[in-house]
């Protein structure tokens, strides 16, 4: 996997509206004796879309910035430049100060800077070498700016040069005909390369059925896993597209040129070029039956490291043994400490220098981890670095989201008692070193970045200092950080947890405790909204759902002890508004209808029994409405304890797949929490409506000091009963003393 720097750059690439400004296509022919157009693409990423929001600025001591753009495995790349937007200041030698970019670390353009444009914003454009991108190509942008011809001070404010968020990176690309392979899977449906968000259109059976709707999830989820942090999206279209990648799922109604139904000779996977344009690839996941069809889905997501050539037959899958809870590949182990090899994406990750001072790992953890105040998370680090010759400020500071834990001051080379030291074959000096520390429980949530970044202070002295060698740390994969002291806790509902990690529906990772609810003879929108949930299933545990159930009826009475999510628009999903739902709001085309918050429920609960506290006209808010709304709900299912129901709904087509997308949109997601979030446009309201319940266990120890913490009126009580039973205590023990004496008398 690429570095997380990749991963961090192409955030804002994920923008639905950036990929499609960002890519325009041309055609040109290929030769006088072709005639067939190929298409020409042309991608145009600003430097805010590939993670730089705020720009760029470079200096004497930070001379430098990496972006990444991969380029896909089925395109040649024929043109590439940057236009660069910047500014930087007067009192530099411009004759001898430059602007570098590299491509895969070779040279690949270079601009002198022209002191007549010194001070005033302006464009820099650079061609950059087409034949250096490839795969996963990192552009890095170097400066190297003087301001003297003997000395220069790396932290002197004359050498800046500011880059514009607006500066592109142009591509211009053909595409490739790849060979008919399996092999390649998941490209180039999916391609790792490519840091766009990926949308990708599907061909389903004509009669859906559950198990076909099933299939076509658990596919959606493993597109999803492989998408990762880029997201997948999909559009369901009738026939193989001549111009996008497509997947085909059949039983024999829509079959690859030549072939027929009588051709499928059980669970088949079969990869076929498009007839007008042999460069776009068309998958055909095929069955005679459905169950067939659902068997070579599996045969793809499971065995498809092992498949090779263009066709194969499923004969046999594994689904492999049952999943434990906690245990989705994403999620940091919370059984054991965890060594940080673990959490690296790529060799050199923890590896850092002068010139790039931080190095950072992603933590992702389960959302229902339960801190209290004084409780820390244990981490043993260990570290080397390049040891300065003397004490000074050099430092490592250890940072969790942005908020500083600890600092330690780098030893010099003197001190060698207390530590180690190692020599490499270039003669330089690295101590090792280690620390035991406690990141506080409190500064941790789902998401994290743990980041070390080291402070190398330039040795010398006078007027002219210079920097010899370039400084290095590392910090070593044998470090470990533990979790294992944090119980699983959390009160529910809430959509917070479920909307950055779809807890608790993720708690098993291959879906196995979770029921996906459909109406009957679901809508093409319908469809499709569930596929992007799936999708974002598949993203959020880095797994196939392989195990969920779904059911496609209007009265679902198999959902069992089991946690449910419900989708549809308000009027097809009329068996929520029964009695027993006890639904946090009720939602349709005219009347929306929320209930009493927690605290009137229980203050109503003090003279009214539980059968007078199920949800009325006269215990709820009614609003009287037209407008569209969309609503995503969260309840404790009727249907078993401690089980979550969640409802994904709108009072119209709009509105309900607006609120679909909310989940998949970063700005959004922040939005969501409670148990009630409507959607109305771009405003998100929520609310944390109805009853609640507990997901999870505490030892009893901490469950009394909760309550102590909660009601301090119960330590005056609690200390007051102490009083009266000791004293009890006491009198008997005296009164028992005096008796024996009296008697001893």
Same mark, same amino acid.
């Given at each position: ?10 955030l804002?690439?994920?923008?639905s509206?950036?990929q499609?400004?960002?890519t ?18 042309a991608r ?5 879309q590939?993670?730089?929001a705020d720009?760029v600025?470079?200096s ?11 380029i ?7 043109r590439?430049?940057?236009?660069l ?6 009192g ?10 590299y491509?895969?670390n ?9 002191s007549?444009?010194?001070?005033v914003?302006h ?5 950059l070498d ?14 190297d700016?003087?301001?003297?011809t ?5 932290n002197?404010?004359?050498l ?15 595409p ?13 449906f999916?391609?790792?390369?490519d ?11 004509t009669?859906?059925t ?5 299939a ?6 493993w597109?999803g896993a492989?998408?990762f ?6 559009d369901?279209?009738d026939?193989?597209?001549?111009t ?7 039983t ?9 139904a009588?051709?499928i ?8 070029n ?13 069955g ?18 092992v498949?090779?050539?263009q ?12 999943r434990?809870p906690?245990d ?6 919370t ?13 050199g ?5 002068s010139?790039k001072p931080r190095?950072?790992v ?12 004084g ?9 080397r670095?390049?040891?300065p ?10 940072e969790?989201?942005n ?7 780098l030893?010099?080379?003197?001190e ?5 030291i ?11 070193s280690e620390?035991s ?6 500064r ?6 743990l980041?070390?970044?080291f402070?190398?202070m ?8 210079r920097?010899t060698q ?11 950080l533990?979790?294992?002291d ?13 909307a950055?990690?779809g807890?608790?529906f993720?708690?098993?990772?291959d ?7 459909l109406?009957a003879?679901?809508t ?10 799936m999708?974002l299933?598949g993203q959020?545990?880095?797994?196939p759902?392989t ?7 209007d ?6 002890n ?10 097809r999903l ?11 709001m009720?939602l349709?085309?005219t009347?929306?209808s929320?209930? $009493?918050?927690? =605290? !009137?429920?229980?203050l109503?609960? /003090? ?5 007078e %506290?199920?949800?009325t006209?006269? &215990?709820r ?6 407008g569209?709304?969309?609503a ?5 299912s009727h ?5 979550a129901g969640?409802?994904?709904t ?9 609120a679909?997308?909310a989940l998949s ?10 148990s009630?979030?409507l959607?109305r446009?771009?405003?998100i309201?929520s609310?944390s ?10 030892p009893?120890?901490?469950? $009394?000091?909760? =309550? !102590?913490?909660?009601?301090?009126? /119960?330590?005056?009580?609690?200390g007051? %009963?102490?009083?009266?039973i000791? &004293?009890?205590?006491a ?15």
């Amino acid at each position: 996997m690429r570095p997380f720097i990749a991963l961090a750059v192409c955030l804002a690439c994920l923008s639905s509206h950036a990929q499609e400004n960002a890519t325009t296509t041309v055609t040109t022919p290929t030769s006088a004796q072709d005639s067939a157009p190929v298409a020409e693409r042309a991608r145009v990423l600003t430097f805010a879309q590939m993670g730089q929001a705020d720009g760029v600025r470079l200096s004497g001591s930070s001379r430098f910035i990496e972006l990444n753009s991969g380029i896909r495995l089925d395109e040649l790349v024929t043109r590439a430049s940057l236009s660069l937007k910047v500014l930087y200041p007067q009192g530099m030698r411009h004759d001898q100060s430059f602007i570098r970019v590299y491509v895969n670390n070779q040279l690949s353009g270079i601009s002198q800077l022209n002191s007549n444009r010194a001070g005033v914003p302006h464009t820099m454009d650079i061609e950059l070498d087409p034949v250096l991108f490839s795969d996963f190509a990192s552009v890095r942008i170097e400066y190297d700016g003087t301001y003297d011809t003997e000395c220069v001070d790396p932290n002197n404010p004359t050498l800046r040069f500011d880059i514009r968020p607006e500066s592109t990176l142009s591509i211009v690309s053909t595409p490739l005909n790849l060979v008919n392979d399996l092999a390649l899977l998941p490209a180039p449906f999916f391609d790792p390369r490519d840091n766009r968000k990926l949308r990708l259109p599907l061909v389903l059976p004509t009669e859906q059925t559950e198990t076909s709707t099933k299939a076509a999830g658990v596919l959606a989820s493993w597109m999803g896993a492989q998408a990762f942090y880029r997201q997948a999206e999909f559009d369901l279209i009738d026939s193989a597209s001549p111009t996008r990648h497509t997947i085909i799922l059949t039983t024999g109604q829509k079959m690859p040129e030549g072939m027929s139904a009588t051709d499928i000779e059980g669970p088949t996977l079969m990869m076929a070029n498009s007839a007008e344009n042999p460069w776009i690839k068309h998958l055909y996941v095929m069955g005679r039956t459905d169950e067939e069809l659902l068997q070579a889905v599996y045969g793809l997501v499971i065995e498809g490291q092992v498949l090779s050539g263009q066709k194969a037959l499923v004969k046999k899958v594994d689904l492999g043994a049952p999943r434990k809870p906690y245990d989705a590949p994403r999620y940091v182990s919370t059984e054991r400490p965890v060594r940080f090899g673990e959490l690296i994406d790529f060799q050199g990750q923890l590896e850092v220098s002068s010139d790039k001072p931080r190095a950072a790992v992603s933590l992702r953890l389960p959302p229902d981890l339960f801190s209290w105040a004084g409780r820390n998370i244990p981490m043993d680090l260990k570290y080397r670095y390049t040891a300065p010759s003397k004490w000074n400020d050099s430092l490592l500071n250890i940072e969790i989201n942005n908020s500083l834990i600890q600092s330690f001051r780098l030893a010099p080379r003197s001190e060698q008692v207390q530590n180690k030291i190692n020599i490499n074959l270039l003669g330089q000096a690295e101590l090792t070193s280690e620390e035991s520390l406690q990141i506080p429980a409190f500064r941790v949530g789902g998401n994290n970045e743990l980041a070390f970044s080291f402070g190398f202070m330039a040795e010398g002295g006078g007027n002219c200092t210079r920097v010899t060698q370039v400084a290095r740390g590392s910090i070593d994969p044998e470090s470990t950080l533990d979790f294992s002291d944090l119980p699983h806790y959390t009160r529910m509902p809430n959509l917070t947890a479920f909307a950055n990690g779809g807890y608790p529906f993720t708690i098993m990772a291959d879906l196995s405790d979770t029921v996906v609810v459909l109406p009957a003879n679901p809508t093409p929108l319908e469809i499709k909204s569930y596929l992007n949930v799936m999708g974002l299933f598949g993203q959020w545990t880095g797994l196939p759902a392989t195990r969920t159930s779904v059911l496609v009826t209007d009265s679902p009475e198999n959902i069992g002890n089991k946690h449910w999510l419900a989708l549809g628009t308000s009027d097809r999903l009329g068996w929520l508004n029964t009695a027993e739902m006890n639904l946090p709001m009720v939602l349709n085309s005219t009347e929306r209808s929320m209930g $009493l918050p927690p =605290a !009137f429920q229980w203050l109503k609960g /003090l003279w009214q029994s539980d059968s007078e %506290l199920q949800p009325t006209e006269q &215990a709820r808010a009614l609003i009287q409405t037209a407008g569209s709304l969309g609503a995503i709900m969260g309840f404790e299912s009727h249907l078993a304890d401690k089980k979550a129901g969640l409802v994904i709904t709108g009072t119209d087509q709009d509105s309900f797949e607006r609120a679909v997308a909310a989940l998949s949109d970063y700005g959004d997601v922040a939005q969501i929490k409670g148990s009630v979030s409507l959607i109305r446009s771009d405003e998100i309201q929520s609310y944390s409506l109805g009853n609640t319940y507990i997901s999870g266990a505490l030892p009893w120890w901490l469950r $009394l000091r909760i =309550a !102590f913490s909660e009601y301090p009126a /119960l330590i005056a009580v609690g200390g007051a %009963l102490a009083g009266v039973i000791l &004293a009890i205590l006491a009198f008997g023990w005296l009164s028992s003393r005096a008796s024996r004496r009296t008697k001893g008398g």
